[in-house]
């Protein structure tokens, strides 16, 4: 469509609660969207792939990013530094597209803090509780006893920014959540600052 401009969708919640499985999905299903590849000084996990989950880098190069100022945010979470490249960012916006960030509360609200607020559309994901969350921990069989009961103690901090989001996805049902997801993907884009409006209006008069 004519006279769109990008989109952006952070998706926020605790470690384990779903968010990478549920944005899988909409990667899946959409391919006029781009997934924000962070940058982190965290070990990568069996399975990861450099580039696809995450950019791994040391501490002194992250530290280097941001005194070269090129992230639009970034966090010290769970003891490690995680950040939003902005080159790709404004890349994939400037193509019109749908931007996915799988960011933590401090990130979304730095995000909010800047223009791209009016084409922001923000979910909290959640497990049912916060049980749930460690079973789920557990089960990813990827961190070890001292990291999950660190993503829980932070679980803990987290779940309090909720009322902070526009919706709220309690992840139980996997389907029904997937369903959710790609509904949320979809509504991201409906935002009326998705469209140049002034330049829609003169078109829609003239045709
Ligand atoms: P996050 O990206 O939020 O850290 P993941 O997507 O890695 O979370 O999910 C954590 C674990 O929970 C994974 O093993 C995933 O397969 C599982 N999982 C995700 N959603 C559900 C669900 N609705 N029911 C049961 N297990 C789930
Ligand atoms: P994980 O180590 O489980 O992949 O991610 C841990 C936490 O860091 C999650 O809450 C995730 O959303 C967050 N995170 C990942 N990338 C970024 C980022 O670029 N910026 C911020 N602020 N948080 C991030």
């Keep these: 469509m004519m006279f769109k401009k990008g989109a952006c969708l952070i998706v926020s919640g605790p ?3 779903g968010k990478s499985t549920l944005i899988k999905e909409i ?28 950019y791994f880098v040391t501490k002194e190069e ?15 979470v769970h003891g490690n530094y995680y950040g939003t ?3 790709q960012v404004q890349k994939a916006l400037s193509e019109g597209k749908l931007v996915i960030f799988d960011i ?8 909010m803090k800047t223009p791209l607020k009016k084409i922001t559309t923000s979910v909290f994901v959640t497990t049912p509780t916060m049980s749930e969350l460690k079973r789920r921990l557990k089960q990813r069989g990827i961190d ?3 990291t999950i009961e660190k993503r829980l103690q932070n679980a803990k901090k987290e779940i309090e920014y909720m009322p902070k989001y526009e919706f709220i996805l ?3 049902n996997l389907e029904k959540s997937k369903e959710l997801m790609l509904a949320l993907a979809k509504v991201a884009r409906l935002k009326k600052d998705y469209l140049e409006i002034e330049e829609f209006i003169k078109f829609w008069i003239n045709n």
């Design 104 to 111: 933590d509360v401090q990130g979304f609200e730095a995000i």
């Design 27 to 54: 990667l899946k299903e959409f391919d006029d969207v781009y997934f924000s590849i962070s940058t982190t000084t965290r070990p990568k996990r069996e399975g990861e792939i450099e580039g696809v989950d995450y």
């Design 170 to 172: 309690i992840n139980e």
């Design 144 to 146: 070890d006893e001292e």
């Design 15 to 17: 470690s384990g609660s």
């Design 85 to 87: 490249s902005i080159e």
């Design 62 to 76: 992250f530290e280097e990013g941001i005194k070269k100022g090129l992230f639009l945010e970034w966090a010290n």
